[in-house]
């Protein structure tokens, strides 16, 4: 680490630098016009230089900041504001009168590291990667959740007295920059730029920082790109693609031929408001097949506004409802509800063909590419406390556990040749290594002491986190830092549901391998697959077309939602594993790659 | 380690990507793509006269490749949907894509003019009823022989319309690797009831055609449903090559020809296995080639290209074809497409309350931003763009400027479209409303107003692609207004020039190794889609 300044610090000053001419250049354009002003300035940009984290508490489509009055414990999706409908809001803005249209949602924002780190495979081998690592959310990725804070959360920002590390006696790691008169915080964002590259180099994940967040949400993505130390030849750049987002705009879709990528010493922040609800996920789009094969992916999930309907609310008029916005009877067949608004709608209310067709009088338009289409008329209603993949409108797609899955495949060779500075071959990548969230079998059930697994074997992971079971990798320095905070053992209740129901786990499966094709089968308990490609698996006519499987099978670049649910087997241990035989294996070691446990109790 | 190991991977590939780049735009800043094919000769004839014979493709990484292609027996060929610079050679890759009628019968004539030693060839036609004469029998079709004695004629109809694969079907794990393959584009024979809207859903084509502009479709709905209407359409095919295999076949072909002491080898014997495929096509060419025009003369036996570009609201018909041995998952950035039918056959709801004599049923087929493509199957999908939901003005319209107000009053579904009172002119036609003067930036720059909810990075910590506008917004007018009419750097070199100032994004395999060219990055199954500011004629003869 000491090492890292010496080399760092003469390019963050440059950056320093060139980061106070870029300010003094901003708001003049092209054509020597310049501003007649600022506009409402809302932002919350922090620290200096180039490294600018950025997290507003409001915005015009959001004016109401939520606050959160127990600092130290992060908010979580139960803070949402209620979904009863959309409500159109008059402000000015910029100077102007504008209108928006709200159904609740709220800013949330994330900020990762884009450098380089470690890992630990099965067989012990440790990995040389280009990754993300979280900047935010630090202790709730390290527990397996996703790193995405409200904004009163992101911007209480990060102060601890070390370094988040697994192995070394606190002491051994001192964070220079903590402040003992401010409270500690373990959660917040890292805004200080120097604290930046002293957490952020060599803190690569795989996967990278888990991200989730609700419809209706705006979402403030901040990269900070601290090089990679390990390869202080590369001027890399690095970029997100959310990989999905409907009707993207180009200038945040990551893809840096098509717009820009930020360089080592800055951050950018992306921007988005939360796309339909469905499973995502998102990487480097610099050199895909390098960027990728080195470990720069990462899941993200959008959750639906039919989560934050009031219980008893009927799901069907809720979806179906097309009041104008602001009208009474919510959940009514004569109230608003998501075709009240054209933006959440998937049945337009006109006869002129648009983003569809004029199918008849009685159907109206409907969107092509619509996410979920109004399901078949049923009495489904809300269940306090319900969670769902989609908004289907029926229930059907509801489920209690969050399970996200990434399927990947490191080539050690392509990683060694990599990380010995020397140029990969691409024609050659083969992967050797084939990993559900970036472990195989069996660091994939984690648990070493409390669960040794089916097969009994114990994982080889050197170091884990005692209570979330996260890996952790040396690094050159001898720090041993978080690398594998994800588990994939999948524990379900045959009671422990809402009102004592048996659990159903929602896998959002993600495939990333940038080799070849997946498949994860399932044995003894039945996948039920109800989304594909972060889309609810509906006709347009409203027929659900899920279908019950044994396995599945991803191209690189896709996702889809597969429900297990523990009522349909008897208690018992049953395994998520590959039919692609030999992705069973972990290089040399022919047993163990793409498999995991599903745990069943009574 | 010596020195030249310390060059990186990335600049390499950097400067690579960089010459590359310099001599696609030396060939054209803006190509396009619409769907290249041959129709049957004029005067009722409905023949096609195809000849499989050898010769080069070339690849971006300077190789040319030994190759056995179908092409057209003569040049009487007659194009579609324009004939200006067209040509069909007696080889190409893929193969002349074939343009006919669902239900009408054609008639194919293969001529076998491969090298000695390869044997027969032959054609199979996915989907489609076929009867042959001549040639001999075969396993799968009827085979042409070598020379004109063995001349094969297959009479074909397709119940189906949509698109469709032809390939060898004959040794075809050899034949077509080698490149025997191309598609069949079948038209329906009834449109949509839904009529003159079918060929106008909710673009601005139909306005820009009254302009006398060319219509580059090769009809106005893929199939008989009002859901298959389109504005624009675009076909790829999907194929890995290992180059060892083509370098075999060359090498025997060549022993045979020249061979002098007995005994001659008569027969190829070609190893297709271990298969290890370092080059990744889209319609014959790896990127960038593949963005140069249509029959580009450079590319004398790859004349198609893979280059879409779109108006926000066209409803872009994806036609593709996986050929070869692999599957490929094709990702399109930007949106969705929702797949319309495999093979030629419609997904429908098998329980749609609204079906009836006279309306069919609704789309059935899923929606996916991967495409997977597999071996032999063919599909169609519908894509569109608007940008609806991204909460602020793609057009950086703020109303904060004189210069930058412009109505945009919501049809229906919420849209700027003719149904609203917007022209061809109209610079934000099919606009999204909602977002209409909602800022993105918190700062105003140039003659964008602020009070947006973003902060942007600051610009020089920042690297540039050559497809970026340098700004968030579509169209000369925002890009002017924002940052100028002078391209940030390196754009000078720019795919996306400022008069057109559309906003890119890449349509690839996400099977990420495919986006190579031989070890080279960036190349292989990787091009380039461009929505363009609706005010900017697309010609998709470019």
């Known amino acids: 680490m000491r090492r890292s300044l010496q080399v760092w610090l003469p390019i963050i000053l440059v950056c320093l630098a060139k980061g106070i001419a870029g300010a003094q250049a901003l708001g003049v354009g092209g054509v020597g016009i310049g501003p007649t002003g600022p506009g409402g300035n809302r932002t919350t940009a922090q620290g200096g230089g180039s490294f600018r984290v950025q997290c507003p508490t409001n915005t015009p489509l959001h004016p109401t900041a939520i606050s959160n009055s127990a600092p130290g414990t992060p908010l979580t999706e139960a803070a949402e504001p209620a979904y009863t409908g959309p409500a159109v809001t008059a402000e000015t803005v910029g100077g102007q009168s504008l209108s928006y249209t709200l159904n609740g949602g709220t800013v949330k924002c994330q900020e990762i590291s884009g450098g380089d780190g470690y890992s630990t495979m099965a067989d012990g081998n440790q990995i040389f990667m280009f990754s993300f690592g979280p900047l935010s959310g630090m202790d709730l990725i390290k527990n397996g959740q996703p790193g995405t804070l409200f904004a009163a959360d992101f911007n209480n920002y990060y102060n601890e007295p070390n370094q988040p590390a697994v192995s070394a006696a606190p002491g051994d790691t001192p964070d220079p920059s903590y402040d003992p008169k401010r409270a500690n915080s373990l959660n917040g964002a890292v805004a200080d730029p120097g604290t930046i590259m002293e957490i952020g180099v060599l803190n690569g994940n795989i996967p990278a920082p888990l991200m989730a967040f609700d419809e209706d949400d705006e979402f403030f993505l901040t990269l900070s790109n601290v090089g990679m130390i390990m390869r202080p030849d590369l001027f890399e750049e690095h970029t997100v693609h959310f990989h999905g987002y409907p009707n993207a705009s180009s200038y945040y879709d990551g893809v840096p031929d098509a717009t820009w990528a930020i360089n080592i010493g800055g951050s950018a922040t992306y921007y988005y408001v939360a796309p339909d609800a469905g499973t995502y996920f998102w990487h480097c789009h610099i050199t895909p097949p390098e960027h990728l094969q080195m470990g720069m992916v990462g899941q993200l999930y959008v959750r639906p506004r039919q989560n934050r309907e009031p219980a008893g609310t009927s799901l069907y008029y809720a979806d179906a409802g097309s009041a104008p916005p602001g009208s009474s009877g919510f959940g009514t067949a004569t109230g608003p509800g998501m075709q009240s608004d054209l933006r959440t709608a998937c049945q337009g209310t006109g006869t002129a063909p648009a983003a569809g067709y004029t199918y008849s009088t009685t159907a109206g338009s409907i969107d092509i590419l619509c996410s979920a289409p109004i399901p078949l008329p049923n009495t489904a209603t809300q269940v306090a406390g319900a969670k769902y993949a989609y908004d289907d409108g029926d229930g059907s797609t509801r489920y209690d556990i969050d399970v996200p899955i990434q399927i990947h495949g490191f080539d050690p060779n392509f990683h060694f040749v990599g990380m010995t500075f020397n140029p990969e071959g691409f024609a050659d990548m083969k992967d050797k290594y084939f990993l559900l969230n970036g472990r195989s079998y069996p660091d994939t059930i984690s648990a070493p002491l409390t669960n040794p697994g089916y097969a009994g074997l114990s994982p080889s992971a050197p170091t884990q986190d005692p209570t979330s079971n996260a890996i952790g990798t040396e690094d050159s320095d001898g720090l041993t830092r978080y690398s594998q905070p994800l588990p994939t053992l999948i524990t379900l209740s045959k009671t422990g549901g809402l009102g004592g129901a048996p659990q159903r786990a929602l896998l959002r499966i993600a495939d990333l391998d940038v080799t070849e094709y997946q498949t994860l089968a399932s044995l003894g308990i039945p996948m039920q697959l109800v989304g594909f490609n972060a889309k609810l698996l509906r006709d347009q006519a409203g027929n659900n077309l899920y279908i019950t499987t044994s396995s599945i099978t991803l191209g690189g670049g896709e996702s889809l939602d597969v429900i297990l649910d523990s009522a349909l087997v008897p208690p018992g241990t049953y395994f998520l594993y590959t039919p692609n035989l030999d992705h069973l294996s972990n290089d040399a070691e022919n047993f163990g790659g793409l498999m995991t446990e599903v745990v069943v109790n009574p | ?542």
């Open chain 2, 1 to 542: 380690m010596s020195h030249e190991n310390e060059n990186t991977q990335s600049a390499i590939t950097r400067l690579a990507a960089v010459v590359m780049v310099a001599v696609a735009v030396l060939l054209t800043g803006m190509a396009r793509a619409a769907v290249p094919g041959i129709t049957a000769s004029a005067g009722g004839s409905s023949t096609f006269n195809l000849v499989a014979s050898q010769g080069y493709i070339s690849q971006p990484d300077g190789a040319l490749i030994y190759s056995w292609g179908y092409g057209c027996a003569t040049s009487s060929a007659s194009f579609v949907p324009y004939a200006t610079g067209a040509f069909c050679p007696s080889m190409q890759i893929p193969g002349p894509t074939l343009v006919v009628t669902q239900g009408v019968s054609f008639t194919v004539t293969l001529t076998n003019n491969l090298p000695t030693g390869v044997g027969n060839t032959s054609i199979v036609f996915q989907g489609a009823t076929v009867t042959a004469t001549g040639g001999t029998a075969g396993l799968l079709a009827q085979e042409a022989t070598p020379a004109a004695a063995g001349v094969v004629t297959y009479t074909v109809t397709y119940a189906n319309a949509g698109t469709h694969a032809y390939y060898s079907g004959t040794q075809s794990d050899l034949q077509i690797e080698m490149g025997l393959y191309g598609a069949v584009v079948v038209k329906p024979s009834a449109t949509p009831t839904t009529g003159a809207n079918c060929s106008a859903i909710g673009s601005d084509i139909a306005q820009q055609l009254g302009g006398g502009k060319d219509d580059f479709r090769l009809a106005v709905a893929a199939y008989n449903h009002p859901e298959a209407c389109y504005d624009r359409e675009y076909l790829t095919q999907w194929m890995e090559l290992d180059a060892h295999i083509h370098k075999q076949a060359q090498t025997q072909v060549q022993a045979i020809a020249t061979c002098t002491t007995a005994p001659c080898p008569t027969a190829l014997d070609v190893k297709t296995e271990p298969y290890h495929p370092s080059y990744f096509l889209i319609n014959g060419r790896s990127m960038p080639d593949n963005m140069d025009p249509s029959y580009a003369p450079n590319y004398p036996n790859q004349p198609y290209n893979a280059n879409p570009h779109m108006h926000p609201g066209d409803f872009v018909l994806v036609r593709v074809i996986g050929q070869g041995h692999w599957q490929h998952p094709f990702h399109e950035h930007g949106n969705h497409v929702r797949i319309l039918a495999r093979d030629g056959n419609l997904i429908l709801s098998q329980n749609d309350p609204l079906a009836s004599a006279t309306n069919p049923a609704r789309l059935g087929g899923r929606m996916e931003f991967n495409t997977d493509t597999t071996p032999g199957q063919a599909f169609d999908g519908i894509f569109y763009w608007s940008g609806k939901g991204l909460g602020w003005d793609i057009y950086g319209h703020t109303n904060a400027y004189a210069d930058a107000t412009q109505p945009c009053n919501p049809d229906a579904n919420g849209y700027y479209t003719k149904n609203s009172g917007a022209t061809a002119a109209s610079p934000n036609y099919y606009e999204w409303c909602a977002d209409h003067n909602h800022p993105l930036e918190v700062n105003p720059v140039g003659h964008v107003g602020g009070g947006g909810p973003a902060t942007q990075f600051d610009p020089l910590v920042a690297t540039n692609g050559l497809w970026y506008n340098g700004t968030p917004y579509l169209g000369p007018d925002a890009v002017g207004r924002n940052r100028g009419p002078t391209p940030l750097p390196p754009s000078a070199s720019s795919m996306n020039p400022f008069i057109e100032s559309g906003i890119a994004f890449m349509w690839h395999s996400h099977n990420e190794r495919e986006i190579t060219t031989n070890d080279l990055f960036p190349g292989g199954m990787l091009q380039m889609m461009l929505v363009d500011p609706p005010t900017f004629w697309i010609d998709e003869t470019l």
